[in-house]
């Protein structure tokens, strides 16, 4: 049982001030984020409290995961300023700037330019997080796969509740076979972020600049070309591609349209599953059952297209 197991805003400030932060509770605000607690304090950092004991497994993981970046990696990335004894709890900095994902989203496809500069940060924080840590020294303590999308068994026991296109869910199960049986080369293995995405990338909010990337609770020991699915984009590829051109001459790596295509689509189906239970105008992950549908629709054709190419 985790001390943490419940908390209120008066628990955490007092167990906060073994950070020497003296806060009163209303100063912080605090969210249930699965088996963690987020913690929000004032000035450009945050707190996190286990829930669970496997939430202090996920934070001590992810606590091993920063402090690699911070002793290898030259862009920015959250810092632990403080561990608890226990490590119940940490406290960490923030990267500073714009972390709205949805106004950078609405500025990338309005403007390719500032599209093609976030790719390229993208692209050069991928570079050196893939290049900096050898998967040797994360292979023992990560996972070999990202926890997203869900495995094929799950997809297909909630798929049919959502969608009553059996021609999509057809498609949809070949895709995810495709996925669950593509072969990772052993040069492919990285530190992956595996949730490479403008909700996870921090901009300055004027030119889209990338400032730096955060929530490494998902990082794998996994193939590289994940952390370039989510920059395929529903409306054009200029953040992929300028992402992959700022990449491929650092690392000497060549980066698979094709795979990162078929990454997409398997999330996105997966996304559309997680779906069941809830009603269609409900936004579920950000977005609408239409909005669910356009993004697998659209994430299979490409994968199709791709394999005929």
Known sequence: MSPFSSLTPEAACAALGAARLRLRPS??????????????????????????????????????????LADRCGFTAP????????????????????????????RMRRDPAAASRFGAGVGAILAELHSKIAAA?????????????????WIAERLPSVVADADLCARAADVIAAYESEPVATHDRVLAHTDVGVH??????????VLGLFDYDGAACADRHHDFRYLVLDFEAKAFDAAVAAYEPVTGCTISRERVLLYNAACAISYLAFRAGHAPDEPWCGRTLAQDLQWSSRAIERVVGSRRA
């Open 27 to 68: 100063d912080v605000s605090v969210e249930r984020r699965e088996e963690r607690w987020l913690v929000r304090v004032p000035g450009p950092r945050v707190a996190w409290f286990a829930a669970s004991p496997n939430g202090r497994v996920a934070l001590a993981t992810e606590r091993r995961v920063l402090r690699l």
């Open 137 to 153: 020294e994360v292979a023992d303590w990560l996972p070999a796969r990202p926890s997203w999308p869900e495995p094929g068994a």
């Open 200 to 209: 996870n990338v921090v901009v300055a909010p004027s030119s889209l600049e």
């Open 79 to 106: 810092r632990v300023l403080y561990e608890s004894p226990s490590g119940d709890f940490e406290v960490r900095s923030l990267v500073v700037g714009s972390a709205d994902s949805a106004e950078t989203y609405a």
